[in-house]
């Protein structure tokens, strides 16, 4: 068996798509279009180039882009000050703190500080909460294009038996719950799983988001089964620097039904699901129906 190669590239790009002409509406028929701020503290160069793409992007797709940089230094207090104002700007639809902060900087308290309606990373406790129990809320993009992609794979995913490789706030424990909301059976497991292998065996749906690379082998996978590809690790082979994922790739796609790649795979779904994550709070504050096709 063969997998069938998911592309996140493609799909991503039909989503944002899908954003752009709901945006162009909303700006015909109500003159308003969502606004996107994103904060960055410090000078981490990864960071830059993803504050960079997400710029480009929601540009890109009609809504406005407003960009703070701000040094390194920067206090918390100067940083809360900021979310406040943002919180009252009434142009700013999605507020975005990129992490990770420098250490100085608490994350948590930073991150609660944005109005739950306006965080569109989906990472406020009160959206963890609302998520958890089933309830309308913003939910964290990466665990959003996953399911987004389940469900264009498979259709319904009612019944079906899921395991998440992965206890992450930012991506296990949401996705966890995503796919109980869509009826599956779910089990979240880490590297510490007794007899990790026999638990990931038995899904017809594994998303791998451990955070090690290659972790997930092939004899792991029941055959047929979808691999949701998570990670992102950077390693170096044959004296070259690569990107692979949490599962081996060549192994897992000669047993699996579908796969995500990696690079092209799940990454490029995340800022396409924070533009229409961007929309959907613009919607909801609004009161206007949201979009079909790009919520939870």
């Given at each position: 068996?063969?997998?069938?190669?998911?592309?996140?590239?493609?799909?991503?790009?039909?989503?944002?798509?899908?954003?752009?002409?709901?945006?162009?509406?909303?700006?015909?028929?109500?003159?308003?279009?969502?606004?996107?701020?994103?904060?960055?503290?410090?000078?981490?160069?990864?960071?830059?180039?993803?504050?960079?793409?997400?710029?480009?992007?929601?540009?890109?797709?009609?809504?406005?882009?407003?960009?703070?940089?701000?040094?390194?230094?920067?206090?918390?207090?100067?940083?809360?000050?900021?979310?406040?104002?943002?919180?009252a700007?009434?142009?700013?639809?999605?507020?975005?703190?990129?992490?990770?902060?420098?250490?100085?900087?608490?994350?948590?308290?930073?991150?609660?500080?944005?109005?739950?309606?306006?965080?569109v990373?989906?990472?406020?406790?009160?959206?963890?909460?609302?998520?958890?129990?089933?309830?309308?809320?913003?939910v964290?993009?990466?665990?959003?294009?996953?399911?987004?992609m389940?469900?264009?794979?498979?259709?319904?995913?009612?019944?079906?038996?899921?395991?998440?490789?992965?206890?992450?706030?930012?991506?296990?424990?949401?996705m966890?719950?995503?796919?109980?909301?869509?009826?599956?059976?779910?089990?979240?497991?880490?590297?510490?799983?007794?007899?990790?292998?026999?638990?990931?065996?038995?899904?017809?749906?594994?998303?791998?988001?451990?955070?090690?690379?290659?972790?997930?082998?092939?004899?792991?996978?029941?055959?047929?089964?979808?691999?949701?590809?998570?990670?992102?690790?950077?390693?170096?082979?044959?004296?070259?620097?690569?990107?692979?994922?949490?599962?081996?790739?060549?192994?897992?796609?000669a047993?699996?039904?579908?796969?995500?790649?990696?690079?092209?795979?799940?990454?490029p779904?995340?800022?396409?699901?924070?533009?229409?994550?961007?929309?959907?709070?613009?919607?909801?504050?609004?009161?206007?129906?949201?979009?079909?096709?790009?919520?939870?």
């Amino acid at each position: 068996m063969t997998a069938q190669i998911i592309d996140g590239k493609a799909f991503a790009a039909t989503v944002r798509a899908k954003v752009a002409a709901h945006v162009a509406r909303l700006k015909e028929e109500f003159g308003e279009h969502p606004g996107l701020a994103v904060v960055i503290v410090g000078e981490d160069p990864a960071s830059h180039v993803y504050v960079r793409s997400k710029a480009k992007q929601t540009i890109e797709v009609g809504m406005n882009s407003y960009e703070h940089k701000l040094p390194a230094d920067t206090s918390e207090a100067e940083l809360l000050a900021l979310i406040a104002k943002l919180n009252a700007d009434t142009s700013v639809h999605g507020i975005l703190v990129q992490l990770p902060l420098p250490k100085h900087l608490d994350s948590d308290l930073v991150i609660n500080s944005i109005d739950p309606a306006k965080d569109v990373d989906g990472f406020h406790i009160s959206n963890v909460g609302l998520l958890g129990t089933g309830q309308k809320s913003m939910v964290p993009c990466t665990p959003l294009g996953c399911l987004m992609m389940l469900r264009d794979y498979h259709g319904d995913l009612s019944g079906m038996n899921a395991v998440v490789v992965g206890r992450s706030n930012i991506v296990g424990k949401p996705m966890a719950n995503l796919l109980l909301g869509d009826s599956c059976t779910v089990t979240i497991a880490h590297s510490r799983t007794k007899d990790l292998p026999s638990v990931v065996r038995q899904a017809d749906i594994v998303v791998a988001a451990v955070g090690r690379p290659e972790m997930v082998k092939g004899d792991w996978i029941k055959p047929g089964a979808t691999v949701i590809d998570v990670g992102i690790n950077r390693i170096e082979r044959d004296g070259k620097g690569i990107l692979v994922g949490d599962a081996d790739f060549d192994s897992c796609a000669a047993v699996a039904g579908a796969i995500t790649p990696v690079p092209g795979g799940v990454g490029p779904m995340t800022i396409a699901c924070l533009l229409a994550n961007t929309l959907t709070a613009f919607c909801r504050a609004k009161d206007l129906p949201e979009p079909q096709g790009l919520t939870a």
